[in-house]
């Protein structure tokens, strides 16, 4: 296992010093859903808006399956594919306005890993990053604008969550850097599950007092191996916060 320290620091203009003299906080998750892909969901997903769309009287049977749909996926989620619906959020004020990354995977067939997947929220489409080996020093960024509204939340899907096969494939993140314009801030650990993983940020960020753009870099610092390929996907990088209500 790679020591904290042995990762690229020469590569992505760090020093030692830069380390020792600031330590970072690291935070652990909290673990939350795990999202269903297989194709009964998706037959079931089918099933709920074709009955919200129609104007009929329901049995006391397909009632109470209708309420306890709309309980768990609410009104606007359509597709299991979707991360969050389109009701009232954090989004409707916030988030980034371009993202990109250090690597890509080229499009293999009709998937491709750009990075704007790790941000599209769906979980059907993933980012993967394009280097040999489980991609150590890789990294996404995400651009907010000086005006959008500050975050307090990050929330991860981690690996390709496609099916546990394909989860199970690929190289998962274990160690995740996060930098704010360059400058280290915070380690997440993640657990090896495909549930989703919340983070509560010790501090509001964005906004920042200097007026320019604020830009969240993940870096990769360290894997769990995958039991095919040797490549590290994240499946969505999303966020929560304040400011917009």
């Given at each position: 296992m790679m020591?904290?320290?042995?990762i690229?620091v ?18 652990q998750p909290?673990?939350?859903d795990t999202p269903d ?7 079931l997903f ?7 769309q ?7 049977t ?9 309980y768990?996926?609410?009104?606007t989620?359509?597709?299991p ?5 389109m009701e009232?959020?954090?989004y409707?004020g916030g988030?980034p ?8 995977l ?5 998937h491709?890993?750009d ?12 980012w993967c ?7 150590i ?7 907010f604008k000086?005006?959008?509204?500050r975050?307090?939340t990050?929330k ?11 989860w199970?494939a690929?190289?998962?993140v274990?160690r995740?850097?996060?930098s704010e314009?360059?400058l280290p801030?915070?380690e997440l650990?993640?657990s090896d599950?495909?549930d989703d ?8 960020f ?9 830009d969240?870099?993940?870096t ?5 191996p995958?039991?095919?390929f040797?490549d590290?996907?994240?499946?969505e990088i999303w966020?929560d916060?304040?400011?917009?209500h």
């Amino acid at each position: 296992m790679m020591g904290r320290w042995h990762i690229n620091v020469a590569a992505m203009g760090f020093t030692l010093s830069m380390f020792a003299q600031s330590p970072i906080p690291v935070l652990q998750p909290t673990l939350g859903d795990t999202p269903d892909l297989s194709p009964a969901q998706f037959a079931l997903f089918e099933k709920y808006v074709k009955a919200m769309q129609l104007e009929v009287e329901l049995t006391a049977t397909e009632q109470a399956w209708f309420d306890s749909m709309y309980y768990a996926v609410g009104e606007t989620r359509e597709s299991p594919c979707q991360v969050i619906g389109m009701e009232c959020s954090w989004y409707c004020g916030g988030g980034p306005d371009s993202i990109w990354a250090t690597s890509s995977l080229p499009a293999q067939g009709q998937h491709r890993y750009d990075p704007a997947n790790a941000h599209d929220l769906d979980y059907c489409t993933a980012w993967c990053e394009g280097v040999p080996g489980p991609g150590i020093g890789q990294s996404l960024t995400y651009r907010f604008k000086p005006d959008s509204p500050r975050l307090h939340t990050i929330k991860i899907s981690n690996g390709l969550v496609t099916s546990e096969a394909a989860w199970r494939a690929n190289n998962r993140v274990k160690r995740i850097l996060v930098s704010e314009n360059g400058l280290p801030v915070l380690e997440l650990t993640l657990s090896d599950t495909m549930d989703d993983q919340t983070f509560e940020l010790p501090r509001l960020f964005g906004q920042r007092a200097d007026g320019q753009p604020m830009d969240l870099s993940f870096t990769i610092l360290e894997v769990y191996p995958g039991e095919r390929f040797d490549d590290t996907v994240i499946t969505e990088i999303w966020f929560d916060g304040t400011d917009v209500h």
